[in-house]
């Protein structure tokens, strides 16, 4: 029996390790199978994720096409209606313009025709006065002279001096002829009336009738003050380009001429598309980083004259000063040189939008209207040009004429330079004609004291005299527009044959 269980045992055991080796086979042989299926799956949906991505971005890339094109099509759409919508009103503010300005000129010429008649009246009442104190002046110049001919004629006959002549030869070695004497009488006679005319002037001094004179001399003493305080928004402007400035030299240039160049940033007509181009005509390179930044004009074109053989130069200009620890900004130019007043401009036909001539004008030697056309030429229709120059005819031109002086604001020959000198300065008038015979119509005519501050007291006697204040600041701002071709190559307001 005991045996019996022995066997049964052994069975069991036999039976349990085969049924054990027959499960490891059957788990080994499914965990096979198990495998090269998952990397059977794998392989699929590897294929099946690589054909949806594809199917999805060519999907993606229609889509993206698509959305351009109308994205296109709507900003052109919105692009001529804008632009329709300007030139409604840009039309109808230059009939406001003409009316206003007919208006004006009927104004004006009622003015002019009333001051004319006034002064007319003047001069006829200062031309009898003058007549009247001329033939009084006649006369006792005619007494004084029949006095000295019969002294002359005592003389002759007695050999010896009058008593009016005894003092005038005291110091004469030899007896001077009579005809000599005539004109030394004469000359001391019109010595003595210089002295009494120098005693008048002091009178006239003394009891204050000079008093304009003095104004004058004072206001000089602070007619620059004031003109280098600038609101918050124009600090920002100003502190913007001195932070591009490190040498000593174009820092003080900068610094002087910065109230013009921050009313030029304010009057240049800000970019309407992103594909606006500009060209700044006797370029200053610290300021064409702020015209981008503060104007739009993604592409600003440079130009200016010097006597090389290179023809177009890339300026890079970057910031010296950054506050609080920001990346300094850099910007790069393209600078050509050439001639305003000869050459041909080096653009396309209507390449530009916006072109800025500042303080050129007045350089120029022999043919302004040259630079205009040109400038017409390559501007786009409707395009911008902004001109600015000293006023001739400022307060403070007026003020230098009063006390002796040129008028100009810059009257120096440059002896190193030619460029640098004044050869015109123009006044408002003449600037608007120039304009308007290279096919512009100004939008805007203003001056500005950028320079010095106007004098009332010269603004004052304007107006006593009914003469226009309007457009006595030192420097002119012109802003027109391009309308037509140019119309007038010579004005004659400008040229002479």
């Known amino acids: 029996m005991n045996r019996l269980k022995s066997i049964l045992r052994n069975l069991r055991l036999l ?19 198990a495998d090269d299926y998952e990397r059977a799956l794998d392989q699929r949906l590897d294929q099946r994720f690589a054909a949806t991505e594809e199917r999805l971005d060519q999907r993606v890339s229609i889509h993206e096409t698509t959305l351009d094109q109308r994205l296109d099509e709507r900003l052109a759409d919105t692009e001529r209606r804008i632009d329709q919508h300007f030139d409604q009103r840009s039309q109808a503010a230059d009939k406001h313009l003409d009316n ?26 200062m031309s009898n006065d003058i007549v009247d104190r001329t033939d009084v002046m006649l006369q006792l110049f005619e007494q004084r002279l029949d006095k000295q001919r019969r ?34 009488q004469q000359l001391r006679s019109f010595r003595k009336l210089a002295n009494i005319t120098t005693h008048a002037q002091t009178k006239i001094k003394q009891t204050g009738e000079l008093a304009l004179y003095n104004q004058i001399l004072e206001w000089k003493k602070v007619a620059h003050e004031g003109l280098d305080q600038f609101s918050p928004d124009e600090r920002e402007v ?24 921050v009313a030029t940033l304010q009057r240049i007509p800000p970019a309407a598309r992103s594909t606006d181009r500009l060209l700044e005509l006797g370029s200053l390179s610290h300021i064409a980083p702020a015209i981008k930044k503060y104007c739009g004009y993604h592409e600003v074109s440079c130009a200016d004259f010097w006597t090389s053989d290179e023809k177009i130069c890339q300026e890079t200009v970057t910031q010296k000063h950054v506050a609080d620890g920001g990346t300094p900004e850099s910007h790069h130019f393209e600078l050509r040189n050439f001639n305003v007043e000869r050459d041909a401009f080096p653009y396309p036909d209507g390449h530009f939008q916006t072109v800025i001539c500042c303080e050129l004008i007045e350089h120029l030697q022999s043919d302004p209207m040259h ?59 003449e600037v608007g004609v120039a304009l308007a015979a290279a096919g512009f119509t100004v939008i805007e005519l203003e001056t500005e004291d950028v320079w010095t501050r106007s004098n009332p007291a010269i603004l004052d006697l304007l107006k006593q005299v009914h003469i226009s204040t309007e457009l006595r600041g030192d420097n002119i701002f012109a802003l027109a527009r391009k309308t037509s071709a140019p119309v007038e190559r010579y004005p004659q307001e400008l040229y002479i044959d």
């Open 15 to 33: 039976l349990t390790r085969e049924i054990t080796d027959q499960i490891g086979e059957v788990e080994a042989r499914l965990n096979r199978r």
């Open 100 to 125: 206003r300005f007919d208006i004006l000129e009927q104004r004006t010429d009622e003015r002019l025709e009333r001051h004319e008649r006034k002064v007319d009246k003047m001069v006829r009442q």
């Open 371 to 429: 630079m205009l056309w040109e400038c017409n030429r390559v501007l786009a229709e409707d395009g911008w040009l902004l001109l600015t120059t000293p006023n001739i005819a400022s307060a403070r031109g007026i003020e230098g004429l009063l006390v002796g002086c040129a008028p100009y604001l810059l009257a120096q020959y440059n002896v190193r330079e030619r460029a640098d000198q004044h050869n015109r300065e123009y006044a408002p008038y």
């Open 151 to 184: 002294e002359l004629r005592a003389l002759r006959e007695r050999g010896t001096p009058p008593a009016t002549q005894t003092a005038a030869n005291e110091d004469s070695a030899e007896e001077e002829p009579g005809a000599a004497r005539d004109v030394q």
């Open 238 to 261: 100003v502190d913007y380009v001195l932070s591009f400035l490190d040498d000593p030299k174009e820092l003080h240039y900068v610094t002087q001429h910065m109230r013009r160049f």
